[in-house]
């Protein structure tokens, strides 16, 4: 078996087709894999509780001493084989109900959920928002993310990437949802700390509060650990605080969501550098347990050009972000030339800018399409003036007596090389020119700063010179010794570090209380299933994305004031609703092609859901063939498809949205509810050369039989009229 | 049309539910859907003897059959060989257009599969020689099956002995 | 893999011979034995739901120890070895303690009662009951004070009768395939039936004449029919003249008990009665008055039944066709039975049975079965002894005996209980320990000994393995015997064994079942010659004077006592069976759960509406010893002083989800009242109110 395949699915199948081919001929053995059957399939549903394993292994027990032919011995030695190789995913089905490889379809994790690198449950905190349910929405978002203002407002947010809304027309605005939810929770004074578990008397030392650090101490904290944090900066939130300019990240966000942690009793101390100030030796005696380290990547990768090191004002954009952070307000210069395409370029171009720069150039080797930075923060950059170089690749800084002239560079052009997908920049003989500057940010990429880090003697570094670990535990190579983040993964995003921290914390838990690690990565855990919004079709077609309101021009040149305003509450509680529930539909396209296919009725118009039958996706479009037979909605393997009957009504609903409603009809003889009238027509059309249709009564199925014996004839019944 | 008929003598039937149960049994359904049903009607009073009559309601397998014209998924089928109206569970998806369009309420709803049961005069013992699974071990033997010719025989046979049996007799 | 069993249905006690298919190991099709006349394949809608007992999930599994309290549904799963030995050990020192009489065995008397006599016998218990007494006690009293035989060697020649008479005997709904078959035969060759009930049913739907009787008045009717048949010398003067002991006693008593007097008492006219007793008489002797099947009405049932068999004698339908008769053994045909252990010797037992039965103090009913209902008092009062033991072996004595509260009174002063059963019964549920037997489809059972005018032998045929860790009751009884150094009495290993030691001497074997599912011991149906009819009793003759009740210091003629009148705003609760159901065991079967998932209570129209019953509506019904609710039917088809319900309902088991707590148990209403002289119940003698909820 593929290992790829989920071996619950499989098994699933597998006893189904043994039951069904009826070798299982001993009628204890077939019920034991009866019995067996259906615990895996409840397993693969979501419906499992803490006693299935054992209920399964006893039924396995029962069934070792009962091998009455060979084909129940093959039976039971695959299973036993299956049970214990695979135990581990049966376990993670059922903790976490879900299943990675979608292959359990109820319990697979929507796409935003699966592409978040934390794992927040997208879906069901979105339809807690879109109720005004903030405080709800905060508490499932913790659950996997301690930090969702400052992710929500900086997030790189992969999830929108994945949201399968942008394939009708744009992604839901999942980050800004979050920083909204948390901000009026915090306001309500609603945004609370789960219940710790009594402490275990067990202390973890955590080596930099970065978001990796801070997540892994908030887990920790919330299992009962003693929890103490060791920081070189003068306050928490490492990259968050001293990498992110305030303009897009406010101090008091991080300030706020740190003292949550506080709250929990985790201790901070700043100022403080690991190897120096404190040692691993005196943690060691205070009796600390576990060492997690999440000193990130702040050192700044080297130009290589000439002149590099010749200026004064030749400066690497972290050393700069972190100055300014600490309270600098210098203008690197007048004329000032980032190089790189980052996030990180962007930050530092615009800062500078509003530290009074007058001219502030990004120079980048490739083109527009291919910066790694953020589109929003580019033509942001843009509208506040920041100019761009493509296509440039700096060759050398040119001055003299220590002063800046200019930037000389030489035009690239973008060649395809082999083996790559990525158009690589190559100089264009002749093409040189200088860029006028007085001050060069070079943000190139940063790496490790590994000083202070020499008692962890065992831990292995990689070639990128960044810590090697195992990342289903993010445990390194020395024991007790654990490690995410930046100074893991390389330079990355914030949600990448939480996410680290997050099973780092998962992982020395299960260290120290002696249970096995997973042998991969932990999957996104659907944390609830709320119910469904109901709306209608006009309405979720309707509704939009809004555009986010931002900060005048003139006062982003010049302040370092928040410059996404954020939404207002209205526009909040609607974007929400936009959700298309994907953690409920699968997209399997079961009911277009039952609709079209089978029925050939063709009622809808769900192009989002099937790229192999590009139609466009119109929810309104439904309630024009429609005839609410119901045939998508028992086609429906997760039930997202549903048909409701309430106040005369019979409803066609697709994760809420009412996609069709009819008036339905009643039984003459006993008042039971009958399809509908266009229903009853589409049939009447099919059946119309049998059946001159004499104004006949509506009779339900149970009364249309009564009938018919009442009247029954002794002669066959040829006409029912 | 079906060349067969299944015919039930009425005055024998004691309406025990037997055939509902046995066609269960073989078909192997949940609870809910009934294939075949004994519908009672009565009792009352009739010459101060109280009377009641229990009525079979199998599928008739009608010559033009509603639920067939009605299937938009060709599930619904009729054999051509002898008429029998039956489903074919792959291809049905549950849309119910068969049950609303009988007028005899024979096609039954199955909650378990989503999809749609029915009589099928137990085509695959009828293909083995055998009868339909309530006529087999109907309590009374009231349920037989057969070529319509043969049973409007059996149907006229009946008649004339129950003419000939005593007055005031309740059969 | 396919292949064909013959075997014996056990989804009631009739025990039809049916055919069982079996495919990959398993059952997928049950039909009656089609080489049998009269069953010719048929099988009535409890046999047809065979298959979804077999593989229904909430029936017993495993053998089951109590953890919780008696009742509260905790239990903890044992093996075999563990929970024999816990009985084992138990019953032991019950037995050291209190004596082997300490322990009883109750039953619902199948197959293998022989064995489970056995066990009691061999532990030096008399005390093995069945339900028996419960269900006719006074009918076989009655046969034996008239015939000097049991009703269980009497038979009914439905196929040639002209006539027949049923009192309450719902032969069309609760089916025996084989009865039903051969009545309808009957009645398709011009047979009349008459049907007397306070209750129309199905039975009543196919009569010539029904008669909705005042309930508890059938006594005076078959007085004032007497009175007739008598007066105008209707009876078969040659027959009684032969056969009849005390007919002068009964013309002398009868006289006071006219026509219009039984009109006053039954409300059904006198012109009618006279008008019965000549039409019937036309066909004597093919004309058969049902004795009856469950007979456990009345305190005064046993002068009730003997009136019917005096009809029968009076017709001369005694040992004629058409009429009823004596069932031959395979003595008949110079043959031997099938052998039972209880043919071993026994170490004598010097104590009497805890319902005294065979002593002064309740001399008539019969001792190979016992008097149920007196196990409560037996066990309250400690009288004859205590009783410190009860094993359960497919008889529920909370829901079959009158009174649950009262049986659980009497159970709560038990050291141990213990229930043999497929299901989760009530007493299975308040016991201590279960042991959960095979079903008949996956057990081979104890020869069938088929008695009748053609003497046989059935077997039940293991058609499938067990599905869950059941064994078979004849060797749960075996190796609990072993625990208990009675081993020696179990001379076989597996049912197979005790099979073959069954037939030893019959001149059959095994195989010789293979064919057809049984075998024959001659070919022809047997009548004895009507001048020389073998009757039992002392005078040899049938006693309407009877020297049994007598001789006990009972009259043979007491005078009529009318039923205890109804009280004001109360009903006679009466009950009665369905086709879909057997007893209290089949609620909780998927496919008869579907069809009939809890009783109803029947009421008059006039009445209901006097309380502001609406049909439909919940009610309370509630006697002096209890109380439920249930569902009202509000209908003209029942007499206005009773209300009806199906007996059965009203679980208390949890695990048998579907049947918890539907409907009501009728048990739990009835007094526990028995007829003195004959041993049945009196289930028809308690009084209700009925309230709206």
Known sequence: MAKDTCPVQSTLQYLSDRIASGVLTDPKVRRICESIRMLVEEISLGEAGDSHMAAIDDLMAEFENRTPDDTATKTLDHLKHILSDRREEFVSHIETRNCPSHDCGVIAPSPCQMACPAGIDVPTYLALIAEGKDDQAIAVIREDNPLPWVCGLVCTRPCEMMCVRGRIDTPISIKFLKAFAAERALSDRRYTNPEPAPPNGKRICVVGAGPGGLSCAYYLALMGYKVEVIESLPFAGGMLMVGIPRYRLPREVIDREVAMIEDLGVTFSFNTRFGSDVTY????????????????????????????????????????????????????????????????????????????????????????????????????????????????????????????????????????????????????????????????????????????????????????????????????????????????????????????????????????????????????????????????????????????PMLNVDRRRTTFQQVELGYDEAAVRKEARRCLRCDVCRRCGKCVEVCRDKMGIDALHLGYLDFDHPVKTDFRMTAENCITCGACAANCENNAMTLEEKDGRRMLKLCGTILNEQEIQTCDACGARLPSAQYMAFISDKTADLTQKAEQRLLCNDCQRRLSAKNHVPTRPVNPT | MSQYYLFQDSKKCIGCHACEIQCKTNKDLPEGPKPCQIIQVGPKFINNLPKMSFIFMPCFHCENPWCVSACPTGAMQQRASDGIVFVQKDLCVGCKTCVSACPWGAPQWNPDTGKVEKCDYCKDRVDQGLEPACVTTCTTGCLKFGKVEEMTQIRRQRHAESVASLENSSF | ??????????????????????????????????????????????????????????????????????????????????????????????????????????????????????????????????????????????????????????????????????????????????????????????????????????????????????????????????????????????????????????????????????????????????????????????????????????????????????????????????????????????????????????????????????????????????????????????????????????????????????????????????????????????????????????????????NGLKPMMFLREKAVEPRYDTVEGAIILKRLGERLGIGAYFPYETMDELVDWQLEGTGFTREDFAQKGFVSYGKSPIFWDRNDIPFKTPSKKIEFRSSLLEDAGFPSFPSYEPPAATPEKKFRLVVGRTGLHTHISTQNVPYLNELMKENLLWINKEKAADLGITDGATVEVASACGKGWIKAFVTDLIHPEAVFMVHGFGHEAKLAKRSYNQGCSDALLQENLYDKVGGSPAYHDTFVTVTPV
């Open chain 1, 281 to 548: 030796e005196d943690m060691k005696t205070k009796g600390t347990d576990a060492f997690f380290l999440a000193i990130g990547a702040h050192k700044a990768w080297d130009l290589g050009i000439k002149g590099e090191t010749d200026f004064p004002r030749v400066i690497d954009a972290i050393t700069f972000l972190k100055n300014v952070a600490i309270g600098d307000r210098h203008a690197p210069g007048k004329h000032v030339v980032v190089i790189g395409g980052g996030n990180v370029a962007i930050d530092a171009a615009r800062t500078s800018l509003r530290l009074g720069a007058e001219k502030v150039t990004i120079a980048y080797r490739r083109s527009r399409e291919q910066m790694p930075a953020d589109i929003e923060e580019v033509e942001q950059a843009e509208e506040e003036g920041i100019a761009f170089a493509f296509l440039t690749i700096p060759t050398e800084i040119t001055g003299n007596d220590g002063r800046i002239t200019g930037l000389a560079c030489i035009k690239a052009e973008l060649i395809a090389k082999k083996g790559t997908d990525r158009l690589a920049p190559v100089p264009i003989l002749g093409k040189e020119f200088t860029i006028q500057a007085d001050a060069v940010i070079s943000a190139i990429g940063q790496y490790v700063d590994d000083s202070g880090m020499t008692a962890f003697n065992a831990v292995n570094w990689t070639r990128r010179g960044t810590i090697e670990v195992n990342h289903a535990s993010m445990e390194t190579s020395m024991p007790g010794v654990f490690a995410a983040g930046d100074a893991v993964s390389g330079p990355a995003t914030v949600i990448e570090a939480i996410g680290g921290g997050k099973r780092a914390a998962e992982a020395i838990h299960r260290q120290l209380t002696g249970m096995p690690q997973p042998r991969m990565p932990k999957i996104p855990v659907r944390r609830r299933k709320v119910p469904m919004i109901e709306m209608t079709a006009a309405e979720k077609m309707r509704l939009s994305r809004p555009v986010m």
């Open chain 3, 1 to 450: 893999m396919d292949k064909d069993v013959f075997s014996l249905c056990f989804m009631c006690s009739v025990r039809c011979p049916i055919k069982v298919g079996v495919k990959d190991g398993h059952v997928n099709w049950i039909q009656g034995n089609p080489h049998v006349a009269g069953i010719d394949g048929r099988l009535c809608p409890r046999g047809s739901a065979g298959k979804s007992l077999l593989y229904d999930d909430q029936r017993l599994q495993s053998p089951l120890i109590r953890v919780g309290d008696r009742g509260s549904g905790n239990w903890r799963k044992a093996s075999w070895e563990e929970a024999l030995d816990y009985v084992g050990t138990r019953l032991k020192e019950i037995k050291n303690t209190h004596g082997g009489h300490a322990i009883a065995l109750g039953e619902r008397a199948q197959l293998a009662t022989h064995v489970s006599k056995t066990f009691l016998k061999a532990l030096g218990s008399p005390n093995h009951f069945t339900h028996d007494a419960l269900c006719k006690g006074s009918m076989n009293t009655a046969c034996r004070s008239m015939f000097g035989y049991t009703d269980g060697q009497m038979g009914i020649n439905y196929a040639n009768t002209k006539h027949i008479v049923l009192y309450g005997r719902n032969i069309f709904e609760s089916i025996n395939v084989k009865e039903v078959n051969t009545l309808m035969d009957a009645l398709e060759k011009g047979a009349k039936l008459t049907y007397i009930d306070p209750r129309v049913n199905v039975t009543a739907s196919k009569a010539h004449r029904y008669w909705m009787i005042r309930p508890g008045t059938d006594l005076a009717l078959n007085y004032g029919l007497i009175h007739v048949i008598l007066k105008e010398r209707l009876y078969d003067a040659e027959f009684v003249e032969k056969w009849v002991h005390g007919l002068t006693d009964l013309r002398d008593f009868i006289k006071e008990y006219t026509p219009e007097w039984a009109e006053t008492e039954t409300g059904i006219p006198a012109g009618e009665i006279k008008a019965l007793a000549r039409e019937i008489s036309r066909e004597k002797p093919a004309v058969i008055f049902h004795y009856g099947y469950r007979c456990a009405s009345h305190q005064n049932e046993i002068y009730m039944r003997r009136s019917i068999l005096m009809l029968n004698a009076l017709m001369g339908s005694v040992e004629a066709k058409g009429g009823i008769f004596f069932k031959k053994g395979p003595g008949a045909e110079g043959g031997k039975p099938a052998r039972k252990l209880t043919e071993q010797e026994f170490p004598k037992i010097e104590v009497p049975r805890f319902d005294k039965v065979g002593t002064p103090d309740f001399p008539l009913p019969d001792p190979a079965h016992g008097v149920a209902q007196i196990l409560p008092y037996a066990i309250l009062n400690e009288d004859p002894y205590p009783i410190k033991a009860l094993i359960n072996y497919r008889l529920d004595p909370l829901m079959s005996i009158a009174d649950t509260s009262g049986t659980k009174k009497a159970l709560d002063k038990l050291d141990l209980i213990v229930t043999i059963d497929i299901n989760y019964s009530d007493i299975a549920w308040y016991s201590d320990v279960i042991l959960p037997e095979s079903t008949y489809l996956e057990r081979t059972d104890c020869v069938q000994q088929m």
